[in-house]
């Protein structure tokens, strides 16, 4: 594909990820009106939000290999046209029950879109500073999505009530699949119907989405809730099975060689930690803001915004600080910035304010964001055969969505206990909450920047061969980067 068209094809990717990413937070502010309009209960108010979370996190792994297995392409619009069909469906739902259905529907689309976008990428650009560049772009999108969540979903639900956030996603998508077709490659099916793992499937997909059920509960009911207990072991069960079954049919999922490379692995935990400690921080801000000095749901969204513009900027001129610095310098000092923001972000006061408490260290954790996203994105692609790009990319999603998850009900436990501990006005109470998860979210990061040394980055690699040219995929994890030390 010519340069230009590259570059305009990851334009269509890049807008994809920031509206998957734009629905993980935009329910949450459109819930009370939504419980209000329809009479839900609070429990079912919150699987409005959370439905959309498990099925996206159970499914990611199966459509990163459905996309090599079946098309990147052809996926990635199946992905697109789910979410807006489900989305319509939300935006005419008068129920609860309805609701959560368009929501798991939603979150179906949007794990097929998400797998099949990054892969697309990959397949567009090789290892290198373009792909690094590519990366910086896509990260700096779903960075802003994140945070434009709560923006969007405030001024929609104010001005136009809350059935737009739904019928959003119905004009984005459709307006995204007609320049996919001209834009995006075609590809090539890299297996058939006779070479899908369909147990591995139904384990894998099955022990995911219960894993993801568990960690949603434990954040609303606790680590000792019974469902949260039994669904969890279920979960461990389907996972356990998953195993057992990749290492004994001849065409597996998930190939269990690619778990020995030692970069992959380590790439992908980096890449779930980033999240774990990093994620939570766009809903605490929030609700520091609203809760705690008053701000309404529109204004405390606003606020979140200087962040995702430093976000764009730094994430656009990444490639170049891991071209000078190497992958792994790079990541760790992400790290490190995350872990000085957190810790910074900790000093809320009660009484504080929004120039003072929470701009400054929102703003350094803006310029760590795109640094840890970007190469861990990096480092878990790289050296991957053009065959397993939608495998290499649904792993890496699929960590990245599960840290946050497990992060959001890690680190709201911790703001909860917190909170119940202390004695004393409801402000300080909650404020004390807050800081107690962002000094445990800033543990989290100094953690993973003492991983980040024993990351192993590959060499750059040889340019790409060519069907039949011989081994391009080789694992050369075991050689040095030459611009780490």
């Known amino acids: 594909m010519a340069a230009p068209d590259r570059w305009r094809a990851l334009a269509l990717l890049a807008c994809t990820q920031f509206v998957l990413i734009l629905d993980t937070s935009i329910i949450n502010v459109a ?56 989305s319509l469906l939300g935006a005419l739902a008068g129920s609860a029950q309805l609701l959560i259905t368009a929501r798991v529907v939603q979150g179906m689309g949007a794990a097929m879109a998400a797998a099949a976008a990054l892969a697309l990428l990959l397949s567009l650009f090789d290892d290198g500073p373009e792909r690094h560049k590519a990366l910086g772009i896509f990260a700096a999108m779903a960075g802003a999505g994140g945070a434009a969540g709560t923006v969007l979903g ?16 119905v004009v984005v998508g459709l ?11 075609a590809g090539s099916r890299t297996g058939d119907e006779s070479s899908f793992d369909l147990p591995g499937a139904v384990s894998v997909t099955g022990g995911l989405a219960l894993l993801a059920y568990a ?50 692995r380590l790439a992908n935990v980096l890449a779930g930690m980033w999240q774990m400690s990093l994620f939570p921080m766009f809903f605490l801000v929030s609700l520091y803001l609203q809760a705690v000095l008053g701000y309404e749901p529109v204004m405390g969204g606003l606020g979140l915004l200087p962040l995702s513009v430093v976000v764009v900027l730094v994430a656009s001129g990444t490639d170049r600080l891991i071209g000078r610095f190497g992958l792994r310098a790079v990541m760790c000092a992400g790290f490190v910035l995350v872990a000085i923001g957190l810790a910074w972000q900790s000093l809320l006061s009660p009484s504080g304010s929004f120039v003072a408490d929470v701009l400054p260290p929102s703003l350094l954790l803006g310029v760590a964001l795109p640094l840890v996203s970007v190469t861990t994105a990096v480092a878990a692609t790289l050296g991957t055969e053009r065959g397993e790009t ?34 004393g006005p409801r402000d300080v109470a909650l404020t004390e909450g807050f800081s107690a998860a962002f000094l445990a979210g800033a543990a989290l990061a100094v953690v993973a920047a003492l991983l980040t040394l024993r990351l192993v980055v590959p060499a750059a690699p040889a340019p790409a061969k060519g069907p039949g040219d011989g081994d391009a995929g080789a694992d050369r994890s075991t050689e040095r980067d030459p611009a780490v030390p």
């Open 175 to 185: 307006g995204l699949i007609l320049p996919a077709r001209r834009l995006l490659p």
């Open 215 to 264: 960690l949603v509960n434990a954040g609303e009911s606790g680590w000792r809730d019974p469902v949260t207990l039994v669904t969890g072991a279920l979960a461990v069960v389907l996972l356990t099975v998953f195993v057992l079954v990749e290492r004994r049919v001849r065409h597996p999922l998930v190939p269990p060689a690619v778990f020995r490379r030692r970069t992959l």
């Open 390 to 423: 939608g495998l290499a990319s649904g792993l890496v999603n699929t960590s990245q969505q599960f840290g946050s998850v497990i992060g959001l009900a890690l680190l709201s436990g911790v703001a909860a206990a917190r909170t119940s501990a202390v004695s």
């Open 154 to 169: 405030g001024v929609l639900t104010s001005w136009l009530g809350w059935e737009s956030t739904f019928a959003l996603n």
């Open 31 to 86: 819930a009370p009106s939504i419980g209000s309009d329809l009479g839900i209960s609070p429990a079912e108010l919150s699987w409005v939000a959370n439905a959309y979370l498990v099925s996206f996190g159970g499914l990611l792994l199966l459509s990163g290999r459905a996309a090599d297995l079946l098309g990147r392409r052809r996926l990635f619009v199946a992905g697109l046209g789910t979410l807006a069909a489900a």
